[in-house]
């Protein structure tokens, strides 16, 4: 019975069909994409009430822990693309949170700093963030969220070493055991 299903899946991948891991990959990375979306919109309804949308709460966090930054020293700690951050900068800065200022010891470098206003939403943005992952968890174990995010740093580290491999660069992806934090935001 065994060698009959073996040879079924044999044949249907080579005729292209997902069988097996190949389709619990594909129903993995729907997973993904769909709680993140579902996480981007709960954190929304929670940012809202603040005048604040998914995404600039990153911003807003990264400039209270780090304190002022370029631009471009933004984009890459956050994984964003420069007009993408440019976008953000620029409407957080006409709704007062954010202003840009010349450098002190650089006066060609353009510094992205919190306003006294911008420092007052951080305790909401970070309220909103922790209520968010509250709802996601909900009825989740401590060791089932140990594995996920296990796994989920797994699926990070290997979707990034793709993207290295595919700049001319050698990466190896992670096995069982192997997971690290990597920094990156999901």
């Known amino acids: 019975m065994k060698k009959n299903r073996k040879r079924g899946e044999k044949k249907a991948a080579t005729a292209g069909i997902n069988t097996g891991r190949d389709a619990r990959a ?5 997973a993904i994409a769909q709680v993140a979306r579902s996480s981007r919109t709960t954190l929304n309804q929670c ?13 807003m966090l990264a400039l209270a822990q780090k304190g002022s930054q370029t631009a471009g020293a933004l984009a890459q700690m956050l994984g964003v693309r420069a007009p993408t951050l440019t976008r953000s900068i620029t409407r957080l800065a006409a709704q007062g949170l ?19 206003q911008g420092k007052g939403k951080i ?7 922790k209520e968010t992952a ?14 996920l995010l296990d796994s989920l740093a797994v699926i990070d580290m290997n979707l990034a070493g793709a993207s290295i491999r595919s700049e001319g660069q050698e990466a190896e992806p992670k096995v069982d055991g192997e997971a690290e934090k990597t920094g990156r935001a999901p």
């Open 123 to 129: 305790s909401a943005i970070e309220a909103a963030q």
């Open 26 to 30: 594909g129903a993995v990375l729907a």
């Open 47 to 59: 940012l809202s009430a603040h005048g604040l949308y998914a995404g600039q709460d990153q911003l």
């Open 134 to 147: 509250a709802l996601a968890l909900t009825g989740l174990k401590n060791k089932d969220i140990r594995r």
């Open 98 to 116: 954010v202003r840009r200022a010349v450098s002190p010891e650089d006066g060609r470098l353009t510094l992205i700093e919190l306003t006294e």
